[in-house]
């Protein structure tokens, strides 16, 4: 569906992706798929390690309501290859859930990522 609503977001180097509320890490570890075997971002990260990298560090942001999710939702998304560690993410633990009721999210996220975050 999001390349149907937005066709090429995959190509981009410098689109974000987010999951707010991170259960098992299969949407993000599929956005994260999508992104490395995207031919254009091929193209700019010609090198495997660095595509990753870049993906993991600029691209994906994950939000786990509790520790065990969390684990559980890391592991699956960076437990991929025993060949390649992750250590830069944007992955964290919090619940998101309480700010989006408060209408405080954006905050939140501002404060969670350094006001960093693309959306």
């Known amino acids: ?20 509320y991170m259960k098992s890490g299969l ?3 599929e956005i994260v798929k999508r992104l490395y ?5 091929k193209k700019v990260y010609p090198n495997e390690t ?5 993906i993991f560090k600029q691209q994906v942001y994950g939000i786990a309501p509790t520790e065990i999710i969390y684990r559980i939702a890391t592991n699956f998304i ?10 830069e993410h944007n992955f ?12 405080t999210l954006e905050q939140f996220l501002d404060e969670l990522y350094g006001g960093d ?3």
């Open 27 to 29: 949407y993000i570890a």
């Open 92 to 103: 964290r633990q919090a619940d998101a859930l309480e700010y989006a009721k408060q209408g």
């Open 78 to 87: 960076l437990g991929f290859d025993d060949n390649v560690t992750v250590t």
């Open 50 to 54: 660095e595509r990753l990298k870049h």
């Open 37 to 41: 075997q995207s031919d254009k971002m």
């Open 1 to 20: 569906m999001l390349e149907k609503e937005n066709p090429g977001c995959f190509d981009m180097p410098d689109k974000t992706f987010i999951d707010l």
């Open 117 to 119: 975050n693309n959306g």
